[in-house]
């Protein structure tokens, strides 16, 4: 008996050996690439990628623009659309702002220990492996609800189910009525399959001329006067204006093609205009001389 407890506590030590020893980097850059396979009932099979184009600034802190497309078994592009923003911070935490929110959102939190409570939820942190990405080694968390595959997170790359599913339900459960499964991740670092019963598909990112909005704003530096082009106009167009704090400053909506926009009362300095639409968020800066 003596002998067993002695052997359980050399292996646990080893195992905390193996995760404690992975070191903390920026997980997040503009290569990363989601891969999904998502079957939802009375709806049928289809995949699903994210990824990262430019950059927003929201309530003072600078987000990567996730976008996400659906395409069918053939591959045919299904849905397209700037789905919010995604931020990691210092003490590896990585935060969500919907489009449709202003609020952020806690999505992942990398630097729990064992026995750790995910914050307002009932979800506990049970054990902790390790896997390699790249030539880095990484944390593989297990929570203690549902099941094995729906309370599984990968360090740096998120949910065993689908990347926002923290977002729509609890960080240790499935928030999809189907089967959602993380089947390959990229970026310059590194790929990984996660899973072997579905091919990774991850394609050429979709070309900006997907979107249906190509928006000019000039002249820049600028005086009293911006101009705003948007060669094909879409619904629900509006601008606003924040300064280096993140504070808005001034709103306007977009109902012309071309707008000028009179921003005279302003002071000298760096400006940030976020020009909102159903399609995507540009973040551009300007000078105001």
Not at 106 to 118: A, E, K, Q, R
Not at 252 to 269: A, E
């Amino acid at each position: 008996m003596k002998k067993l407890i002695l052997l359980l506590l050399i292996l646990t030590k080893i195992t905390n050996l193996s995760y404690s020893q992975v070191t903390y980097f920026n997980y997040f850059d503009y290569s990363s690439h989601w891969g999904e396979f998502d079957h939802l009932w009375g709806s049928g099979d289809y995949y699903v990628e994210y990824y990262f184009k430019g950059d927003t600034l929201i309530n003072g802190n600078w987000y990567y623009k996730l976008y996400r497309y659906q395409k069918d078994t053939i591959d045919t592009i299904k849905h397209f659309n700037y789905y919010g923003g995604i931020r990691e911070d210092s003490l590896k935490r990585i935060y969500f702002v919907n489009t449709a929110h202003i609020n952020e959102h806690l999505l992942y939190d990398f630097n729990l220990s064992i026995g750790d409570t995910v914050f307002g939820t009932p979800c506990i942190l049970t054990s902790i492996d390790t896997f390699y990405f790249g030539a880095n080694l990484r944390k593989i968390y297990h929570f203690n609800n549902l099941n094995d595959t729906a309370s599984t997170e990968y360090e740096g790359i998120g949910k065993a189910t689908d990347l926002l599913d923290a977002f729509y339900g609890l960080p240790c459960a499935t928030g999809h009525e189907g089967v959602c499964r993380l089947v390959c991740y990229s970026n310059k670092d590194g790929y990984k399959q996660f899973i072997s019963s579905h091919i990774c598909r991850l394609s050429a990112k979709v070309e900006e001329n997907y979107i249906e909005n190509k928006i000019n704003i000039y002249p820049i530096p600028s005086n009293d006067e911006l101009i705003i082009e948007i060669p094909r106009l879409i619904r629900e167009n509006f601008l606003t204006i924040c300064n280096i704090k993140g504070q808005e400053l001034m709103r306007q909506q977009i109902k012309d093609s071309k707008t000028q926009i009179n921003i005279s009362n302003l002071t000298s300095g760096i400006y940030f205009v976020k020009l909102i639409t159903d399609k995507t968020v540009e973040v551009r800066k300007i000078l105001k001389e």
